[in-house]
């Protein structure tokens, strides 16, 4: 009678992992799209250096007004699923106009009203999806990992099909992708309105302390990586390295990353989300401290791995601390908030790895170095506060 049950269970959850897997594919397909190839597009349409920069500002900007705003709309409404169906459906009809866009202004309106809906998006399936791993019914890392196999997957098969058809190829890709999205989220299910109460050991201080000093520690971690994104591509060609060898080098620390995602819930359960962010700010510490010495290629492989905790360990590690620390009926909202604090970080950095890099040249990683390690002090106070928390 218990194997019947199981296997009853098992088959319950089946279309809903694989929905869920298929929502993180298809969204991160179109991002894997945009990020390498939309300047593309805007150089088709004749924009000039300076108009594709402010372009690429936009959904920065929105993802930092909308983010927030929508994650505490999402809760107040107490329908996730149907938020973010109307989102991907919002992003999908404005990725359209954004393809009959020619002139700058117009590409500035239609960009930003789909960064709008399209930014949120991510954070709120984080939300959705941590929801239904505390039901029992995903693992959280498991399906997490579609979205970075299909970010590799755009990239490689978004250059062939973009080489071939010509620039326009870019936003038809992108919007395929986000009608994908769409359908994929119409098939999962809509999750029950929590219950609104307030848990006791939520309102203490020590608790607070977790989770405020696990936020900021997952920021300054992603910040590291401001530096890296900005000017590694770059340096690496002056240096010799081709195209080829440069793109296998990206695709290592996502590997690597998609791995994390793999095990990371077997590994949260075991040393907790606050040891987790403490371990990815100690490996930013040695990946851009040794990047600071601009190594040569066979010390960059096992330093590209290192993007799995870098990165992965530090985006796992948030999304389970802010899991376990808020309420369900906050889950939008908590989830929101954290990403929000993220990006503001990162677009902090980046700035000041402009400025740093102009000045100091590859020395520049050791500040990534200095975030990493700051992050890794955060976090491991996090770890302390929570072990001192009282059980009730």
């Not at 040569?296 to 992965?312: N, R, S």
């Not at 908590?334 to 102009?358: E, I, K, N, P, R």
């Amino acid at each position: 009678m218990r194997v019947a049950m199981r296997l009853l269970s098992q088959s319950s959850e089946r279309p809903v992992k694989l929905a869920l897997a298929s929502a993180y594919g298809t969204l991160f397909f179109s991002f894997g799209i945009y990020m390498p190839f939309f300047p593309l597009w805007l150089t088709d349409r004749g924009m000039t250096p300076q108009q594709i920069g402010a372009a690429i500002a936009i959904p920065m900007c929105a993802r930092l007004a909308a983010t927030p705003l929508l994650g505490i709309l999402s809760d107040r409404v107490g329908r996730p699923k149907a938020v973010l169906v109307i989102l991907a459906f919002a992003a999908t009809l404005f990725m359209a106009v954004l393809s009959l866009g020619h002139t700058p202004l117009a590409i500035y309106v239609a960009l930003s009203f789909g960064a709008m809906a399209w930014s949120p998006s991510f954070a709120l399936l984080d939300a959705y999806a941590t929801r239904q791993a505390r039901a029992g019914r995903v693992d959280y890392g498991r399906s997490r990992l579609w979205g970075s196999a299909t970010f590799i997957a755009a990239n490689l098969v978004g250059g062939v099909l973009i080489a071939q058809a010509g620039a326009s190829m870019v936003l038809l890709l992108m919007i395929a992708g986000q009608a994908s999205f769409v359908v994929a989220m119409l098939v999962l299910p809509e999750l029950p309105r929590p219950p609104v109460h307030t848990t006791p050991h939520l309102s203490l201080p020590r608790t607070r302390a977790v989770l405020v000093l696990g936020v900021l520690a997952s920021a300054l971690i992603q910040a590291s990586h401001a530096t890296l994104y900005a000017f590694a591509t770059v340096h690496w060609t002056e240096r010799g390295f081709s195209l080829s060898v440069i793109g296998g080098l990206w695709a290592l620390g996502v590997v690597s990353e998609i791995v994390l995602f793999r095990y990371g819930t077997w590994i949260v359960a075991r040393i907790g989300p606050s040891a987790l962010l403490a371990a990815g700010g100690l490996a930013a510490l040695v990946r851009f401290g040794i990047l600071a010495m601009d190594p040569p290629m066979w010390i960059l492989l096992p330093l590209q791995v290192l993007h799995g905790l870098t990165f992965g360990a530090a985006f796992l590690g948030l999304v389970e601390l802010v899991a376990r620390n808020t309420p369900e009926h906050r889950a939008g909202t908590a989830q929101s908030l954290a990403a929000w604090t993220g990006s503001l970080a990162m677009a902090c950095a980046s700035f000041a790895a402009g400025q740093l890099w102009v000045a100091y040249g590859h020395w520049a990683f050791l500040a990534s170095a200095a975030l990493g390690l700051a992050g890794a002090c955060l976090a491991l106070a996090s770890h302390l506060a929570n072990k001192k928390r009282p059980v009730l």
